[in-house]
């Protein structure tokens, strides 16, 4: 009876000690809208939100329903309203639901800076090349 509660003091040390690294401790942002791509509530071209705070989320689907939400570890957030979990890629682009919905982020092209003016050239002819009269 004793083995179990050491293995599990032993499980908790552990786990308490690689949340303290600074490695673990680096997340992706997740804010952003994103695209239901697959397993959607609601009919596309509809968007879903994530609002971060830290390992705090606020999360709203593509049909308006709202979940708080944290990242329970690098790589894994749980939505506590929908009771669902779900692993999201390192750069925070896709995050793939428990029950099947992935949501890929929306990715908006950065206004470019105008073209820098066109210079008039002028062309200088050398004196062997000019038309004589």
Not at 10 to 28: E, K, R
Not at 30 to 46: E, F, I, K, N, S
């Amino acid at each position: 009876m004793r083995a179990p509660l050491i293995a599990a003091a032993a499980l908790s040390a552990a786990v308490l000690s690689l949340a303290a690294t600074d490695a673990s401790a680096q997340v992706a942002n997740l804010t952003g809208q994103y695209r239901c791509v697959q397993d959607c509530d609601a009919p596309q071209p509809a968007l879903a939100y994530v609002t971060q705070n830290g390992w705090d989320l606020n999360l709203v689907n593509e049909a308006g329903a709202s979940s708080r939400a944290w990242i329970d570890w690098p790589g894994h957030l749980w939505a506590q309203s929908w009771n669902e979990g779900a692993l999201y890629t390192p750069d925070g682009m896709v995050i793939q639901f428990d029950r099947g919905a992935v949501w890929q982020r929306v990715v908006e092209m950065q206004e470019l800076p105008p073209p820098p003016p066109r210079r008039h050239r002028v062309h200088h002819r050398h004196p062997k090349h000019r038309a004589t009269k």
